[in-house]
């Protein structure tokens, strides 16, 4: 989505989220996006909408659009101590994307000779970001003349993430083209709150927002698989490959409560990951994962909210649940993100859910 000049005005609150000189841009209305031109994520490579549309124009093919975060366009967090010294030697970063096989990858692999598939994932997106995102982009793609035949989608871990009490339901825009004097309203009338812990998407608002996409895919013909997320449980709480200072944290909105809660996730870590795998384990790392807001890992609320958007819409849900007899690294790049040998089941799944439709 090509980011308006409204919307693109200094608005410190958010933008310190992305900083200058990232793979992104900062937006009022999807929180970031990527730099210009990079609309869609192929195997290897960005392409823009411009040369997308053409391409899948020239193919014929109809489309399978994957809306969703950095587990839809993939990403690498390990390269971040790297980039650090790369950058104290005044070399350019590796790039996070592009560094494994995401599930976008696995269905085009699976699919990409009846279909043109799409990768439209930005790191970082919630599902708000994500029904405007989908909105916007499936309505532009129409009005171009491609048929979307399908839509996968991917959201809930960045939506659990405690962001210095950001909440994206009242601090993104409310439209593309929002009046800066009405943004600047609205800010006083929702200020960050100063007390308590609240994370970027409350589990009800990201239901709400869920249902929202997936009724819009359904008003427009297209239907919808849900992507269920799988997290890591032996991941240590509160680690990102980021050198946090959790002095500072701890002075920002609900800081104290999110490091407080971190602390109850550690300790709890920490009694059980040299223990044998028992259920009793597995269950301690499943409440340590809940009490921690600092990795974005979806939560057991979240997940009741998703399932129940699944059931009463009666939208596939795509579920891939991971072996937790040991350390799961084999089925994560790091935190959250799956690693190919997630993604080709998921894949599996969609191919096999688009022959059941089609008959």
């Known amino acids: 989505m090509p980011a308006d000049q409204d919307n693109e005005h200094e608005d410190a609150e958010l933008a310190h989220l992305v900083p200058e000189g990232s793979s992104f841009r900062y937006h009022g209305y999807l929180f970031r996006v990527l730099q210009e031109g990079q609309d869609f994520l192929q195997e290897n490579g960005f392409s823009s909408y411009a040369e997308t549309v053409a391409n899948v ?61 799409l990768n439209a994932g930005i790191p970082g997106h919630t599902v708000l970001s994500g029904v405007r995102r989908f909105r916007h982009l499936a309505g532009q793609l129409r009005d171009d003349g491609l048929h979307i035949a399908y839509v996968i989608v991917h959201f809930g871990n960045n939506d659990c993430m405690w962001e210095n009490n950001l909440q994206d339901r009242y601090h993104l825009h409310v439209h593309p083209k929002s009046p800066h004097w009405f943004e600047r309203l609205r800010r006083r009338i929702y200020p960050i709150r100063q007390t308590g812990m609240h994370i970027r998407m409350a589990a009800n608002d990201f239901g709400r927002y869920y249902r929202q996409l997936i009724e819009h895919a359904r008003s427009m013909n297209v239907p919808a698989f849900i992507v269920q997320p799988e997290i890591p449980l032996y991941w240590k709480p509160g680690s990102r490959y980021v050198d946090y200072d959790f002095d500072e944290l701890r002075k920002q909105p609900g800081g104290r409560e999110a490091l407080d809660e971190l602390t109850i996730a550690r300790e709890l870590w920490q009694s059980v990951i040299d223990a044998p795998y028992s259920a009793e384990k597995i269950a301690t790392l499943y409440k340590a994962a809940e009490h921690d807001f600092i990795v974005p890992r979806i939560k057991r609320a979240h997940l009741h909210e998703l399932q129940q958007v699944a059931q009463t819409t009666r939208t596939p849900l795509i579920q891939t649940p991971v072996p937790r007899d040991e350390d799961e690294q084999n089925y994560f790049v790091d935190f959250c993100h799956p690693r190919e040998i997630i993604n080709t089941q998921i894949a599996a799944q969609v191919a096999a859910l688009i022959r059941q439709h089609e008959g």
């Open 57 to 117: 124009r020239a193919s014929g093919k109809p489309v399978i659009l994957s809306i969703g975060e950095s587990s839809t366009s993939g990403w690498d967090t390990t390269v971040t101590p790297e980039n650090r010294r790369r950058k104290a030697q005044g070399l350019a970063p590796i790039s996070a994307f592009f560094r494994y096989k995401n599930y976008t990858d696995s269905v085009r692999d699976l699919l990409g000779d009846r279909f043109a598939v």
